[in-house]
């Protein structure tokens, strides 16, 4: 059974650092992009960095780029995000998913000032775990 677990959410002053973990289970890791996400209340979802588990490639989505950053541990199975200098847009639950195409991930950030794309069920990534709650007080 193919599974991603995040944890490490939690309540933050404006400034601090949090680091989420994304344990991953049943999966071949080597031919997955693992993505983070994360939604805001009464916000869509947004994609926020990915990593294709093999090559180590990650990307970021503008507004977090210099802030967080992913990386994964192949032992563990786990795929990480640092997060430093945390604002209070950054309240939200925070999604890992898990996707053979990378592009499902790309697609998702933004680049450089373009926005990044919303998806369908048809484009969407595959795998999703249930979230973990990141609140950021002023």
């Known amino acids: 059974q193919l599974q991603l677990v995040e944890s490490g959410g939690g309540l933050v002053q404006s400034g601090g650092s949090l680091k989420l973990s994304c344990a991953t289970s049943?999966?071949?890791?080597?031919?997955?992009?693992i993505g983070w996400f994360r939604q805001a209340p009464g916000k869509g979802r947004e994609g926020i960095s990915c990593i294709h588990f093999k090559s180590g490639a990650s990307y970021y989505t503008d507004s977090v780029k210099g802030r967080f950053t992913i990386s994964r541990d192949n032992t563990k199975k786990t795929v990480y995000l640092q997060m430093s200098n945390l604002k209070p847009d950054d309240t939200a639950v925070y999604y890992c998913?898990?996707?053979?195409?990378?592009?499902?991930?790309?697609?998702?950030?933004?680049?450089?000032?373009?926005?990044?794309?919303?998806?369908?069920?048809?484009?969407?990534?595959?795998?999703w775990g249930k979230g973990t709650l990141v609140t950021v007080s002023s």
């Open positions: 049943g999966f071949t890791l080597d031919y997955y992009t």
């Open positions: 998913a898990a996707d053979e195409r990378r592009s499902r991930c790309l697609k998702t950030l933004a680049n450089d000032g373009a926005k990044g794309e919303a998806t369908t069920p048809s484009s969407d990534m595959d795998y």
